[in-house]
């Protein structure tokens, strides 16, 4: 049974750091890439950041230079490093996962809030 559960959200002030956690299990974690999303209220919800198997990774433009996803393999957890963190950060973080290669299937988690407010 595939299970992705987030932590590490919170409400932070503008500029300041969160560091969100993805633990996955029932899969071959270091086998698949990995995606971080976000969404807030009325929006739909938006990619923010992916690692291959390999480690090479991708962001959003609207996060370059400011969100780092790293992971590790050893502990099947995948991570969100966010820095100088922007009001228009504030989201519901959810931790995606394509498992399979012929039929995949998707994952999400729960998800964690984001606050980033004064």
């Known amino acids: 049974q595939v299970q992705l559960v987030e932590s590490g959200g919170g409400l932070v002030q503008p500029g300041g750091s969160l560091r969100l956690s993805c633990k996955a299990s029932?899969?071959?974690?270091?086998?698949?890439?990995m995606r971080w999303y976000r969404q807030t209220p009325g929006k739909e919800r938006e990619w923010v950041a992916s690692?291959?198997?390999?480690?090479?990774?991708d962001y959003a433009d609207s996060v370059k230079g400011r969100l780092s996803i790293v992971r590790d393999n050893a502990k099947n957890t995948m991570f969100l490093q966010m820095n100088s963190l922007k009001p228009e950060d504030t989201g519901v973080y959810y931790c995606?996962?394509?498992?399979?290669?012929?039929?995949?299937?998707?994952?999400w988690g729960q998800g964690t809030q984001v606050t980033v407010s004064s």
């Open positions: 995606h996962a394509r498992v399979g290669w012929a039929r995949p299937l998707f994952y």
């Open positions: 690692i291959d198997s390999d480690g090479s990774t």
């Open positions: 029932g899969f071959a974690f270091s086998t698949y890439a």
